[in-house]
Each structure stands twice: as C-alpha cells, then as structure tokens.
C-alpha cells in the first residue's frame, strides 16, 4: 500500500516514517513539508493513503483533503484535538494525535488497510440481500450472514461504503448510511454524524462531541446533537 507522509515539521515526519517501518503493508514513496509539495506528487503518482498534518504554512491538511481523489485515503496526525469531528466529517481513516503512541498507529494503519483491500478489484463486495424487521441478511466474501439488530453496535459510513460492526463481525458493504439508514428501524438505530449510525441499545453514555459504546467513543456531528441528545434522553426514562 502506497502512502506518503505531509507535515511541516521535520521530527513529526521522521516519527511517522518511523512508525510506518513497523507496517510492512506500507510502502513510503515521500515526505513532504507542505500540501503544495503533496499535491505536485499527486498529479504524477497514485497514493494509496496518506498521513496529513492540518496545521500547516499555506493550506492546510482539511482543505488539503477535501480537494484530492475519494480514492486516496487520509490519516491526520495533528497535535490538535479540535479538528477530530470536522475530519470525520470528510470521511478520515482516522485521527491521530500527537505524540503518537505505537498501538494507537497500528490500529489506524490496518484499519486503511484493510478498507483498502475493500475497495480493491480483489474483493468481492457485498450487498444486502435484505433488512427485516429484527435482522439484517448481507452477502459479503462468498457467505451470507445474517446480523441481528440488538447485536450490531454502529455502522461506520466510508467512502460510498458502509462498514457494519456488530458483537461477531466486521462487513463492508456496498450501500451508503443513508441508504441503509432508510430501512433500519428508527426506534433503534439513530444517525449522529455525517459517517457514523449507532444503536441506542449499545450506547452508554452522552457528552457534547460524542457517542460512548462499551470501549467505543464516536463523533458526534453538530446537526445531530440536540436531536439525538433529547431522543437518548427518552429512550433512558
């Protein structure tokens, strides 16, 4: 997997090639001080995925994203923690803050990875064969599962892509949240951000910016918050 790193300081770029040495998935093909360097690059080559510092002299890593291909993936590694819920919101891999620990790293690289190998010509993707009223029946990797409502935890929105996770299982699958939204039951299921969907059942707690499952913090999106708020509220009375 192809990825170059973009970020203004010399020690924060070496850190990540650092990192990215211990993922034999990823091949580093440049650093790059600024995203007018990253974006010359990008015109001559294909990049699997980058890693995307946002504060940046020029433009910065937000804007940077939002003007390159869908198909190029972005990590942001950023000291900066106010920027999580706008990244998820131009659909970021992940978000990394520094200083980046090796663990929190690794789990962001498989995960682009893995939804790399996804959007490949490799995988076969799948497809809902149907949602009923307690479960839902997808095709996905030559098999057919069926997930039950009460057991899917959220559902991630990526790219075109819709990723369910749920207490067994990880599946893409080739619909977009709203899509699979529209035919979810609502007493259950409720949007909270432009790329995540939850499941009231599974969801502990509330703050202002985000959604707490069992082990799990999620963004949660400005337009969503009152209403979502309020229906959780009323779901715990």
Avoid: W
Avoid at 119 to 148: H, P, Q, T
Avoid at 187 to 195: A, E, P, T, Y
């Amino acid at each position: 997997m192809n990825c170059i790193i973009v970020d203004d300081e010399p020690i924060a770029r070496q850190g990540i090639l650092n990192l990215t040495a211990k993922v034999p998935d990823l091949i580093v093909k440049g650093l790059f001080k600024n995203s007018n360097e990253a974006r010359l690059y990008l015109e001559k080559n294909v990049v699997d995925l980058i890693f995307l510092d946002i504060e940046m002299p020029g433009i910065n890593g937000i804007e940077f994203a939002k003007s390159i291909s869908k198909k190029t993936l972005v990590i942001f590694t950023t000291a900066h923690a106010q920027y999580a819920l706008e990244s998820y919101e131009i659909d970021a891999i992940d978000y990394l803050l520094k200083p980046i620990s090796e663990d929190r790293f690794l789990k962001a690289a498989t995960k682009a990875i893995e939804f790399n190998y996804f959007l490949s010509d490799d995988f076969e993707k799948s497809s809902f064969e149907s949602i009923g009223e307690n479960s839902i029946i997808v095709r996905a990797d030559r098999r057919i599962y069926k997930i039950l409502h009460k057991d899917i935890f959220f559902i991630e929105g990526m790219k075109d892509y819709s990723i369910i996770n749920s207490k067994d299982n990880k599946i893409i699958t080739a619909m977009n949240l709203k899509t699979i939204l529209s035919q979810l039951p609502p007493q259950f299921f409720k949007r909270i951000s432009k790329s995540y969907i939850v499941n009231y059942h599974h969801v502990l707690s509330v703050s202002p910016h985000a959604v707490h499952l069992q082990g799990i913090e999620l963004p949660l999106g400005n337009t969503y918050r009152n209403e979502f708020i309020n229906e959780f509220i009323k779901k715990k009375d």
